[in-house]
T-cell receptor
Framework: ETAVFQTPNYHVTQVGNEVSFNCKQTLGHDTMYWYKQDSKKLLKIMFS???????VNETVPRRFSPQSSDKAHLNLRIKSVEPEDSAVYLC???FGTGNYAEQFFGPGTRLTVL | QQNVQQSPESLIVPEGARTSLNCTFS?????YFWWYRQHSGKAPKALMSIFSNGEKEEGRFTIHLNKASLHFSLHIRDSQPSDSALYLCAVSITGNTRKLIFGLGTTLQVQP
């Protein structure tokens, strides 16, 4: 039963364009995450928000910018995409930031940069 | 910097077999250990977690943790074709900010 929703499912674009991805969770969680899963299936944290506050900001290029309007929504904008941005972008949510909190993932947005 | 390694990279087993997946980590202060399963084209989903040394069993799945040897594992009893998926181990790092560090995964194929 899906409770973390991502749009779009797929996006194909050209180098230099801007793209935006959306994520919404209906679990009542207060923490949301963006992960990047590359072609080797490595899942790597990019950003994390707790109650709309940015709490994790990994070393990612500055063209990536997250935005959270409320606890249930997290967006990701990429200005001027590069070929290495091709990947699946996964959104996740959890209740709290403790080590024990299970993260629930969305199905992902697959980005292809031509 | 936490380093999480998984083995084997891929595995093919017959239906009904016992399957063992391994994960090693580098930070001895790591606190919580997870296994996630990701079916092809789907969202990763948490299978099990553990935080203290020893074993924990849930149905056909058993997780084993040995912090001294920086190792934890997942064992699947009576493997089923529906278990075919990418298995990702993850370790949560210490500190107030929660981050999961994932391994590269083990692709499991269970043949009927």
């Amino acid at each position: 039963e899906t409770a973390v929703f991502q749009t779009p499912n797929y996006h194909v674009t050209q180098v230099g364009n801007e793209v935006s991805f959306n994520c919404k969770q209906t679990l009542g969680h207060d923490t949301m995450y963006w992960y990047k899963q590359d072609s080797k299936k490595l899942l790597k944290i990019m950003f994390s928000y707790n109650n709309k506050q940015l709490i994790v900001n990994e070393t990612v290029p500055r063209r990536f910018s997250p935005q959270s309007s409320d606890k249930a929504h997290l967006n990701l904008r990429i200005k001027s995409v590069e070929p290495e941005d091709s990947a699946v972008y996964l959104c996740a949510s959890s209740f709290g930031t403790g080590n024990y909190a299970e993260q629930f993932f969305g199905p992902g947005t697959r980005l292809t940069v031509l | 910097q936490q380093n999480v390694q998984q083995s084997p990279e891929s595995l093919i087993v017959p239906e009904g077999a016992r399957t063992s997946l391994n994960c090693t980590f580098s930070d001895s202060a790591s606190q919580y250990f997870w296994w996630y399963r990701q079916h092809s084209g789907k969202a990763p989903k948490a299978l099990m977690s553990i935080f203290s040394n020893g074993e924990k069993e849930e149905g056909r799945f058993t997780i084993h943790l040995n912090k001294a040897s920086l190792h934890f594992s997942l064992h699947i009893r009576d493997s089923q074709p529906s278990d075919s998926a990418l298995y990702l181990c993850a370790v949560s790092i210490t500190g107030n900010t929660r981050k999961l560090i994932f391994g590269l995964g083990t692709t499991l194929q269970v043949q009927p």
